[in-house]
């Protein structure tokens, strides 16, 4: 019985076996990761042991010789049964699953688009695919397969799970409250517009004057396209904003934006953002989306 070591050494057969099914030292070099001159050092290291020559060297190119051409015959076959098996023996890749998935503008880029990269590295087989809007998507149409909608929930035909709760306070640039001009009652805060973005009900609004007994009645209401224009607004210094902390926590962190009254802040435990999704049983990639946004939404892992 012969010994294993009679056998030439792997790496210069791999070498021989792509050169010789390319028929280019630089393309097989390109295929393994290794310089043009490590193929051809790997060949005449095997020339010499197996004491035939297996290439003509050409000018610009290279060709088998009878020798190389038996042998290259051999050798592919036995690394054909290698990949074979292997490929047999390799667990199958998860299924590709794709995500509609309906949300608010501003929610998508001031709260989760940072974070997509690590929902990428957790679930790899799983493409998320946004659908921003103002208008509810019909989710329990199939319009798409979950929606992150902001509100009080209880919205008909479908089932809402609460992800995270918001914390409103009204905001608005420095300079809007410096000195002299700063609020002193709720009731002040109507010496300015009130930046409000499109909604059915305006229930931040409306539930935050109720908690702090202010008549919104002869209120100036500007009202905006979506909330990312509400908070550009607020920046540049045009009115009041309703703060919805999960998504200005770094403009507050910076002082970018103030908070008008500051600790008139209110906190529902009905208002924030849920997860919806048509009525029944999740499916895994919905399960896993949502698993991964109640677990990054936890407070433990900050706004």
Known sequence: MRSSRSLPPLVSLRAFEAAARRLSFSQAGEELFVTQSAISHHIQRLERELGVALFERRTRAVALTEAGQAYYARVHAAFELLRQGTD?????????????????????TRWLATRLPAFAAAHPHI????????????VAGGEVDAAIRYGRGGWPGVRSTLLMTERLSVVCAPALVAGRKRP?????????????????????????????????????????????????AA???QGLAMGR????????????LVEALPGAVLEDPRIGW????????????VQALHD????????????
């Open 127 to 138: 493409d998320l695919q946004l659908q921003p809007d103002i208008a509810l998507a019909d």
């Open 245 to 256: 902390e999960r998504l200005i926590g770094a403009h507050l962190a910076s002082g970018a």
């Open 88 to 108: 047999e023996l390799r667990a199958p890749e998860p299924a590709r699953h794709t995500l509609r998935i309906g949300l608010l503008a501003s929610f998508a």
């Open 274 to 285: 849920w997860f919806v999704t048509p009525r029944g049983a999740f499916s895994e990639p």
């Open 292 to 303: 991964w946004l109640a677990q990054t939404a936890a407070p433990s892992t900050g706004v």
């Open 184 to 232: 002193k009652t709720p009731a002040d805060l109507l010496r300015h517009p009130l930046l409000v973005s499109h909604a059915r009900q305006q229930f931040e609004w409306d539930a935050w004057a109720h908690r702090y007994g202010l008549d919104l009645g002869a209120a100036r209401t500007v009202r905006l396209h979506d909330y990312n224009i509400v908070v550009e």
């Open 235 to 237: 920046l540049a210094g």
